[in-house]
């Protein structure tokens, strides 16, 4: 009989190191909010809209890319300003045309738009995607996208510095992606934000640079998080972050399930708010 090895990835990680609770809940009982948060919402449209401006420079196709997402997410983003001046497709449409002509130049700048892994890591897959590779005279780097609705130094350090950056460029110098334009480069990330406002549009770049022992030390902590997450499955213990985790980025949706001891609230939540999905 063939083994089974189990995927993991960046998002599932996560979830556990913010809160076990809330990874019983996503990847062992498979119990999901029935509408994608805003925010999580707005980034998947945005992150369609840039694919297609990436792969064709044009500005039409990445703003229907944008739409399209928007359709198959079940519309969860108000459709005008007026309903939801931060986070609606109208709004969405305007930062993301924003975006293509801060950035005319991008799509001549890309090695490679996207990239989707699954890298077998001896025990278990590692899956996620590389949102794009820019090339400039230095080499590559590898790009990590992300909408948020607050920036400034603490927010590029905490992205540079943490477990999902490198990470991800861990298994670009496995791919060999950061050999594609210049031979044995130092792997570098660029943090590229797409800041979310109801008026002002704003869009900041930082880059970092790894060494190859901290990369091959950030692995080592990806296989040793694996093996905390099966430890907490095999006891059956996932205990309830703290409330400064909780109220983390935007609030957490499970907060309140989480937190009730009442049987009866939790049928109603879980019937009202989520439901059950298969693997």
């Not at 083994?3 to 190191?17: L, Q, V």
């Not at 928007?70 to 709004?91: P, Q, Y």
């Not at 989480?258 to 049928?267: G, M, N, P, Q």
């Amino acid at each position: 009989m063939t083994k089974i090895i189990e995927a993991y990835s960046f998002s599932k990680i996560e979830s556990f190191i913010r809160c076990p609770s809330r990874f019983h809940k996503q990847y062992i009982i498979r119990l999901f909010p029935k509408k994608k948060a805003l925010p999580l919402a707005l980034g998947a449209c945005m992150a369609e809209g840039l694919k297609i401006f990436r792969k064709r420079g044009d500005f039409e196709e990445a703003q229907e890319a944008f739409v399209i997402q928007w359709e198959e997410d079940g519309k969860v983003l108000a459709l005008r300003k007026e309903d939801d001046d931060l986070r609606s497709v109208e709004r969405g449409l305007e930062i993301l045309g924003g975006y293509m002509e801060y950035y005319p130049e991008e799509p001549v700048e890309i090695v490679q738009p996207e990239i989707v892994f699954e890298e077998d890591m001896g025990n278990f897959i590692f899956r996620g995607k590389i949102d794009a590779i820019f090339a400039d005279g230095q080499g590559v780097s590898i790009v990590e996208d992300k909408t948020v609705s607050r920036l400034g130094p603490a927010w590029f350090r905490d992205l540079l510095g943490g477990w999902q950056v490198c990470w991800y460029m861990g298994i670009a110098k496995i791919l060999g992606l950061f050999d594609t334009v210049k031979k044995n480069q130092t792997p570098r990330c660029t943090a590229n934000a797409i800041y979310i406002h109801q008026t002002n549009l704003r869009y900041e770049r930082e880059m970092t640079i790894k060494s190859n022992r901290t990369l091959d030390n950030a692995m080592q902590q990806l296989q040793n998080w694996v093996t905390t997450i099966r430890r907490a499955i095999e006891i059956d213990t996932f205990p309830m972050a703290n409330t400064d985790r909780c109220n983390q980025y935007n609030g957490c949706e499970y907060k309140r399930l989480c937190a009730t001891t009442d049987e009866k609230i939790s049928e109603i939540l879980i019937d009202t708010d989520f439901e059950y999905r298969k693997k």
